[in-house]
């Protein structure tokens, strides 16, 4: 059985991916739902960066497909981690 | 083309003309990704009153649904691109009918970038990664192409000139040129629409 990601650390993942701790430190409170290039500057860098992060913790291939999916309307936090939980359970990633 | 890198000034909402508050209010950007929303059209204004004098103030730096900044307002169209990294601003204008696109990258990102262009699959024709990432998020703006396009893409990027890269893969291939500096990497395309 596979827990769910814990979101905690999908936002210290985040956090670590940007060059500027001070300028990610929003993503540590705000919503799940909340779109996070709303909250902060989520530029593409960070956006690979967060894959490249993701596939080393939790040992999967984030595929171009799932990723549009994550980003489609804006990446939230609980986008991210359906994303990283389907992939995990090896099913499609609801969008 | 004309290209300037400009400090980002403090993000003064009050500074943006009618249209691009609205537009912002639209947008629902919130903290950092407001203030540097905000930053962006400020220097772009800048710019463009230095290029165009008075005929500037009449003119509104707004985005497309991708993000990408337009020009409204002036008789004659004009292209523009915007970046902005570790509080610089790149800002690229030219006369309608081409498509611009500039990218700044921060030496901040440094560290990450060699891991990331490993996961594309980039190697060689550059030594300073920074470049390479502004010039394949160059290539992105210019074929406006999202993040998820590098996913999976035969991404290949081959020296072009002394200080142009030429990159493959998304679409149709992007010549563009780099400079590295101390702090930043610069990387900027120019091409008839």
């Known amino acids: 059985m596979i827990e769910p990601v814990d979101i905690a650390d999908l936002r ?12 990610a430190r929003p993503v540590a409170g705000c919503g799940p739902d909340d779109p996070l290039d709303s909250v902060i500057p989520f530029s593409s860098v960070i956006v690979l960066g967060v894959v490249v992060a993701v596939e080393d913790r939790y040992r999967m291939r984030v595929t171009r497909q799932m990723l549009a999916g994550a980003l489609e309307g804006g990446a939230t936090l609980n986008r991210l981690a359906a994303m990283i939980d389907a992939a995990r359970a090896d099913t499609p990633a609801a969008p | 083309m004309w290209l300037s890198v400009v400090r980002a000034s403090p993000p003064r909402a009050d500074l943006l003309t009618d249209s691009e508050r609205d537009h912002l209010d639209r947008l629902r950007h919130r ?14 204004r800048r710019v463009l009153a230095r290029r165009l004098g008075a005929a500037a103030q009449h003119l509104d730096v707004l985005s497309d649904e991708d993000g990408a900044p337009r020009v409204t ?6 292209a523009i691109s915007l970046s902005h990294d570790g509080g610089r601003i790149a800002v690229a204008l030219a006369p309608g009918g081409v498509r611009l696109a ?3 990258c ?11 262009l490993r996961r594309l699959g980039v190697t060689g024709a550059h030594r300073d990664p920074c470049a390479l990432w502004a010039a394949i ?14 996913l999976g893409a035969p991404l290949k990027i081959a020296a072009a000139g002394a200080h142009q890269v030429r990159v493959s893969g998304l679409g149709a291939d992007a010549v563009c040129q780099v400079v590295s500096r101390a702090d930043h990497a610069l990387a900027w395309a120019e091409e008839a629409a």
Not at chain 2, 31 to 44: K, N, Q, V, Y
Request: aromatic share 2%; hydrophobic share 50%; net charge positive.
């Open chain 2, 106 to 116: 921060d030496r901040a990102h440094a560290g990450r970038l060699p891991a990331i």
């Open chain 1, 12 to 23: 210290a993942l985040i956090i670590t991916a940007a060059p500027d701790p001070a300028l």
């Open chain 2, 73 to 78: 307002g002036g008789a004659v169209p004009l």
């Open chain 2, 102 to 104: 500039v990218d700044v």
């Open chain 2, 137 to 150: 998020e160059c290539a992105l703006k210019l074929r406006r192409r999202a993040v998820t396009a590098l």
């Open chain 2, 31 to 44: 903290g950092s990704r407001r203030d540097e929303w905000i930053a962006g059209r400020l220097a772009a």
